[in-house]
């Protein structure tokens, strides 16, 4: 029988003032997308390996680390999307375990 390793990416998107995009940009890891029409979007996101005790990795870029990913044998096997407030997205992989 075959066994699975799997991971979480969970990723969100906020609208925010800009005084509070330069904060967050000055004090955390954040991808912050600027548009002067209505300010500013936060943009990050957490990659925890699932049963691992390897520390969850923060991420800017969704697309980059989805890519990566794939080359690393992931594949997607579930996606959630929340847009109350905040878009949430949380997506799960999993690959055959090594």
């Known amino acids: 029988m075959a066994k ?3 991971c979480r990416l969970a990723w969100m998107t906020q609208q925010v003032s800009s005084e509070d995009a330069e904060d967050l940009r000055n004090n955390f890891l954040v991808k912050i997308i600027e548009n002067p029409d209505v300010g500013a979007f ?5 990659l925890k390996y699932i049963g691992s005790t ?3 990795e923060v991420i800017t870029e969704i697309d980059d680390t989805i890519a990566q ?6 594949e997607l096997v579930s996606h959630m999307e929340s847009t109350d407030h905040v878009k949430f997205q949380v ?4 690959r055959p375990l090594q």
């Open 42 to 46: 936060v943009r990050r996101g957490t």
């Open 69 to 74: 990913l794939g080359l690393e044998g992931w």
């Open 4 to 6: 699975w390793e799997y």
């Open 54 to 56: 390897k520390k969850a």
């Open 91 to 94: 997506l799960y992989f999993k």
